[in-house]
């Protein structure tokens, strides 16, 4: 168990809805990523919180969009749903900034019909 | 660009087999680190080693190895005498300052492992 928790574990919805992904970091941890996994583009980071700061955004989609709220969790919104948008989102906080390691979530499988 | 580089998108071996896993990454910094991690069936990704540019010793962690090499930009992965609960997905990753320390992943090798 990482200490990283995430919340659906599974999620079925359709074209065109919005959906929410929560995470909760591992105690003490203020550093917050989300990455996708897909078949076609593997894993990839889409952005990253820090203390409640978004510091870092990668192939994020504008209408995917994310935050840290004051107690440290963190949510991802994901709207307009496309088939495509199906994947795996994993979650993974570390302590700080500077290159410790990740703990993963377990992830939450999205899945669009 | 690519930023890890995994050739190998599959290997399949029979148990107490040893198998490596090659992962060549591109960086212009001088602090990084390189991670592998492994995905089983189940999904979940499971931390395995986190190495620092300045560190080039090999690291044996019972039956995994890890051999860094600088000169080649090459971080490979080792497993000795290969058993059944070894299959996974193992991805190398890099982490760079510039970058925030966010993880670039390599897109992975399959391994299967064979009774």
């Known amino acids: 168990d990482s200490g990283v928790t995430q919340t659906p574990k599974h999620l079925i919805t359709a074209t065109g809805q919005r959906v929410t992904l929560r995470c909760s970091p591992r105690?003490?941890?203020?550093?917050v990523y989300w990455y996708q996994q897909s078949l076609d583009q593997g894993l990839q980071f889409l952005i990253q919180?820090?203390?409640?700061?978004?510091?870092a955004k990668g192939n994020i989609l504008e209408r995917f969009s994310a935050q840290q709220f004051p107690d440290l969790h963190s949510e991802l919104n994901l709207s307009s749903l496309e088939l495509g948008d199906s994947a795996l989102y994993f979650c993974?906080?570390?302590?700080?900034?500077?290159?410790?390691?990740?703990?993963f979530g377990p992830g939450t499988r999205l899945t669009v019909l | 660009a690519q930023k890890v580089t995994q050739a190998q998108t599959e290997i399949s071996v029979v148990e107490k087999e040893d198998v490596t896993l090659d992962c060549v990454y591109e960086?212009?910094?001088?602090?990084?680190?390189l991670f592998w991690y492994k995905q089983p069936p189940s999904g979940e990704l499971v931390f395995l080693i986190r190495?620092?540019?300045?560190?080039?010793q090999n690291e044996i962690s019972g039956r995994y190895s890890w051999n860094f090499q600088k000169s080649t930009s090459s971080f490979n992965f080792t497993i000795t005498a290969s058993q059944v609960v070894d299959s996974a997905v193992y991805f190398c990753?890099?982490?760079?300052?510039?970058?925030?320390?966010?993880?670039?992943f390599g897109a992975g090798t399959t391994v299967t492992v064979r009774a």
């Open positions: 993974a906080s570390s302590v700080d900034l500077r290159g410790h390691r990740q703990f």
């Open positions: 105690s003490g941890d203020l550093s």
């Open positions: 919180y820090y203390n409640g700061e978004e510091r």
């Open positions: 960086t212009r910094d001088t602090t990084y680190y």
């Open positions: 190495r620092n540019s300045f560190d080039e």
């Open positions: 990753a890099l982490s760079e300052a510039p970058d925030d320390y966010k993880l670039s």
